[in-house]
């Protein structure tokens, strides 16, 4: 079992950066691809970012590339976020990837966290 915590969350203005730290708990997830997905109310869970296991290859959604960074060190898997807008409002969760998948499905992440807020106001 893998248990996922998510940290960093908080409010900021438009143009403003955060950055969200997972870690994990019980079994490692050193061995697992792991992704980021945000839910913002009356929304699908959409997906974020993911960073392979060896933190070799990541993947981005459209609305965040050039602006979010992902990567991982032995423990944690980071989230750097800049130049946020409004549309970047949601709950933030990090989830293990199940196998050897790392890409964009949410059914393909085994664990998640409970999640953290992100506010950005204009």
């Known amino acids: 079992q893998v248990q996922l915590a998510e940290s960093g969350g908080g409010s900021v203005q438009a143009g403003g950066s955060l950055g969200l730290s997972c870690s994990s708990s019980?079994?490692?997830?050193?061995?697992?691809?792991v992704g980021w997905f945000r839910q913002s109310p009356g929304k699908e869970r959409e997906f974020v970012a993911s960073?392979?296991?060896?933190?070799?290859s990541t993947v981005y959604a459209d609305s965040v590339k050039g602006r979010f960074t992902v990567s991982r060190d032995r423990s944690r898997v980071y989230l750097q976020m800049n130049t946020l807008n409004p549309e970047d409002t949601a709950m933030y969760y990090c989830?293990?990837?199940?196998?050897?998948?790392?890409?964009?499905?949410?059914?393909?992440?085994?664990?998640w966290g409970q999640g953290t807020q992100v506010t950005v106001s204009s």
């Open positions: 960073i392979s296991w060896n933190g070799g």
């Open positions: 989830a293990s990837a199940r196998g050897s998948y790392s890409g964009r499905t949410s059914s393909g992440y085994t664990y």
């Open positions: 019980g079994r490692t997830f050193s061995n697992n691809a």
